[in-house]
């Protein structure tokens, strides 16, 4: 389907709705809203002066030789990490698909790709509204999310660069290849890291019990078991460092002291250190330099920070350059999504209704995107950024690494299945083009068999995308450990070419193809 104007344009405001039923710019009292084709995009511009505008509606029709007569499946993307909750489905009209949506016939699992056809519409990335597609039997509707947080962004003359549409078709090839061109269509650049990024990471045995001594045990054992490799494997700290579980002040507590030596003693043991981070919690109030107007009115008592205020981002590049001065070279941010939404899960909107931000002339998106940029501009060229639960679309093409699936479990072999498998192969589409595609951990602590852990380490290590993993001490014997570092081994340079065959038909595939052969994994082996 080339790409053309919408047939049905909406445009609803705080306390109105404007309809119009043919493709031409709209002009109503201050409202403007303009479309212009070239090189084959669609780009959406909108303006008005104290109208608090809400949702923008575009609908395409099929004409005749646009609609699908052979049956089809479609898969859409989600706002931030998938919950084990990814698919190609029917067409289910009430189903909305974030981002862009994959249209195709036939199926992956068949190795011959003679016959296929799979159309992708999308948006390029870094837009700035939250988008959404639904499709039906006679045609496709787009929904521009353009509020200040639940309320209209009210643009005071300013022209609103909405987003940049994309409708491409690809023939003769297996879905999987069409989704990764269109994503390279969605995000022609990024900022991919000049190495491959993988190591170890303490949550998932330690569940934020731990100290600077543990830290410095575990960094020696990824460390030996990453000896003689050329590529240096990240240690990541994650949550407990600080003097509060999952929140502020950024200061360290007393089980780790010295946040500068603890980076140089990593250093030392040759791998890349790094830590977690929570940028925009304040519930224990201990943040001396927080005003009141720095409270996120969604949130009670403004116990989130609300990062469209000026000195909000101020304070962030201050936590940020004292981590990149301490001498980590990672940071994995997190909570962020649920800091601005209150939830972990969302459908058709992101953000609910009845509070703005700081500035009520950006969108959310707007002040999603700034924040993300000002973590990543203080961070320098020399530290990574690993977002976590942070929105995919934005972050993508700015971060070099994201995690794309719920979190798995070192404890609950389902969790692990449902959050891990999902998310790897459903996102692993954009792995290496939106960011290094981070599908979670390993989780060892001898609760979940190694028979289970086994493949999941494997697909991991020889999927292209990195590998974490987090090991009690102790837990493995020598085979065991020996097969950990074969994994290291292979994923230090991310050299395999691998993906799902049966992911159109299977929420958690079994039938991989890796470096041309193809493997099976039986991830219900648990339950036979």
């Known amino acids: 389907m080339d790409i053309r104007s919408p047939d049905t344009i909406t445009v609803l405001t705080e306390t109105d709705s404007y309809k119009q039923y043919f493709s031409d710019d709209l ?22 002066d104290q ?15 646009e609609k699908r007569k052979e049956p089809i499946k479609i898969f859409g993307d989600t706002y931030d990490r998938f919950s084990a909750d990814a698919r190609w489905a029917g067409i289910e009209p009430a189903r909305p698909m974030p981002w862009y949506m994959l249209v195709s016939n036939g199926s992956d699992s068949v190795r011959n790709s003679i016959g296929r056809f799979t159309e992708g519409f999308g948006v390029k990335v870094q837009c700035n509204a939250f988008i959404y597609w639904k499709y039906d ?72 019990e731990s ?8 960094t020696e054992i990824v460390s030996d078991q990453c000896a003689g ?42 791998v890349r250190p790094g830590i977690w981070v929570r940028y925009l919690a304040n519930t224990y109030k201990e943040i001396p330099e927080v005003k009141p107007e720095w409270g996120m009115q969604r949130a009670a008592d403004a116990i989130i920070l609300d990062p469209s205020h000026p000195e909000v981002l101020d304070y962030i590049r201050r936590v940020t350059r004292k981590i990149v001065d301490w001498g980590f070279e990672l940071i994995k941010h997190d909570y962020s999504s649920f800091d601005f939404t209150g939830a972990f899960e969302y459908k058709d909107e992101f953000t609910k209704d009845g509070w703005h931000f700081y500035d009520k002339t950006k969108t959310t998106a707007e002040v999603i995107i700034k924040f993300y940029q000002t973590i990543k501009e203080a961070a320098g060229e020399n530290c990574i950024i690993l977002g976590c639960n942070t929105v995919s679309h934005l972050c993508a093409g700015m971060y070099e690494v994201n995690r794309t699936g719920n979190d798995t479990s070192g404890f609950e072999w389902a969790k692990t299945r449902m959050c891990g498998v999902n998310a790897l192969a459903f996102r692993l589409i954009q792995n290496g083009i939106f960011y290094m595609a981070d599908a979670d951990c390993v989780g060892i602590t001898g609760a979940i068999p190694w028979e289970l852990n086994r493949m999941w380490l494997d697909i991991l290590a020889r999927s292209g995308s990195p590998l974490f993993v987090s090991c009690k001490p102790g837990v493995l014997n020598d085979n065991e450990i020996a097969e950990l570092k074969e994994a290291w081994r292979i994923n230090s340079v991310q050299e395999n070419e691998c993906r799902p065959l049966d992911w159109m038909e299977n929420q958690y595939p079994a039938y991989w193809l890796i470096d041309g052969e193809e493997v099976f994994y039986d991830w219900f082996k648990d339950e036979k």
Not at 30 to 42: A, C, Q, S, T
Not at 211 to 218: A, C, K, L, P
Not at 242 to 248: E, G, I, P, S, W
């Open 51 to 65: 109208t608090p505008l809400k949702y923008l509606r575009l609908r395409w029709n099929f004409q005749k030789d």
């Open 137 to 208: 039997e006679g045609g496709f509707t787009l929904t521009a999310d353009i509020r200040n947080g639940g309320m209209g962004v009210i643009l005071e003359n300013r022209i609103l660069d909405v987003c940049t549409i994309l409708f491409e078709e690809y023939r003769d090839m297996s879905a999987f290849e069409a989704g990764r061109e269109f994503c390279r269509r969605m995000c022609p650049t990024n900022t991919l890291a000049d190495h491959k990024i993988y190591g170890s990471n303490n949550w998932y045995y330690a569940y934020g």
């Open 27 to 48: 002009r109503i009292n201050d409202i403007g809203l303009f479309f212009d084709i070239k090189n084959g995009e669609l780009n959406v511009k909108i303006t008005a």
């Open 229 to 270: 490799l050329e590529n240096i494997p990240y240690m990541v700290i994650d949550d407990g460092w600080q003097k509060h579980r999952v929140d502020a002040p950024w200061e360290s507590n007393e089980k780790f002291g010295d946040m500068k030596s603890l980076a140089d003693e990593m250093k030392k043991r040759n």
């Open 211 to 218: 100290s600077r001594e543990e830290i410095i045990s575990d």
